[in-house]
């Protein structure tokens, strides 16, 4: 399962701590993207997580849990993407709550089932960078180097391009794109309908759409459109 994430050009990032209803589950579900990412950086709880999978489950689409808090680990769900955030000096986000899950969980991991993301944090107002101490205000050859530690040093099979809530320097998502060669590269943040989709999807492998989908629904879907392009 975990090679899956090579296939994939669009995710859904669905956050438990807001609400979507059934039919616009059902859009969402239907709509043809590769994965349905469940994850936020704040109010994620084990109940809200627990019932938003068993929400997704009704479908076929594969639903994968990126781990934000150590709290909601919910059993159940096809990958676990773990976050590592390479850009903040806070060693607690980079792998001090990991060495505390891997101790907390032990022979419990299903370890073919985690797929490592190293984080590069570039929206400074953002939440997850508040939280994770990230320093956001990096420059285009910093930033590349972040990305080469994960793709050539650490191996990492993604490089997340964090944006979240706002449209990113897409020169650089490219730069980041062109300088590593075996991480996936996927891109997140400001992502609003078919133009900033196909911009973004140009410049990297993946692109991750969340807000939007609680905001404006039908533009939302018109993200999935970048699939239809090699
Ligand atoms: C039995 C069983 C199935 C066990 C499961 C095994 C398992 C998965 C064990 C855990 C292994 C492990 C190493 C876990 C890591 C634990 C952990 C808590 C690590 C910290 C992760 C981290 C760095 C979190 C920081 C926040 C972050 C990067 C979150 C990612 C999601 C994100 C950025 C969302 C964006 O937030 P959003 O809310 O959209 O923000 P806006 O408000 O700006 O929109
Ligand atoms: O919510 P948006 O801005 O679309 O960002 C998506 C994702 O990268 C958040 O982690
Ligand atoms: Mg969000």
């Not at 076929?60 to 590592?84: H, K, Q, R, T, W």
């Not at 953002?126 to 793709?151: C, E, F």
């Not at 991480?183 to 911009?199: M, P």
Request: a negative charge; proline letters at 3%.
């Amino acid at each position: 399962m975990a090679d899956s994430i090579q296939s994939w050009r669009h995710v859904f990032k669905l956050d438990p701590d807001k609400e979507l209803d059934d039919k616009a589950l059902d859009a969402v579900c239907m709509s043809g993207t590769d994965a349905i990412m469940v994850g936020g950086s704040s109010g994620i709880t084990y109940e809200n997580t627990v019932d938003l999978l068993s929400r997704v489950r009704r479908y076929e689409v594969p639903c994968v849990l990126e781990v934000s808090d150590l709290e909601a680990v919910v059993p159940g769900f096809d990958l676990y993407m773990i976050p590592m955030v390479l850009n903040t000096k806070d060693r607690d986000w980079i792998l001090g709550q990991h060495q505390r899950a891997i101790e907390q969980f032990g022979y419990m991991i299903p370890w073919d089932s985690l797929v490592t993301e190293g984080y590069i944090v570039l929206n400074g107002d953002s939440t997850v960078a508040k939280l994770t101490g990230a320093d956001a205000s990096l420059s285009a050859s910093s930033a590349v180097s972040y990305a080469q530690i994960a793709d050539k040093l650490m191996h990492l099979p993604i490089v997340y391009v964090e944006y979240s809530g706002t449209f990113g320097d897409m020169e650089l998502v490219q730069k980041i794109h062109r300088s590593t060669e075996r991480s996936r590269v996927l891109y997140g943040g400001g992502i609003v309908d078919k133009s900033t989709a196909l911009q973004a999807a140009a410049v990297c492998d993946t692109i991750v759409v969340g807000n939007i989908i609680y905001r404006d629904l039908a533009k939302a879907l018109e993200t999935v459109a970048v699939k239809l392009k090699v």
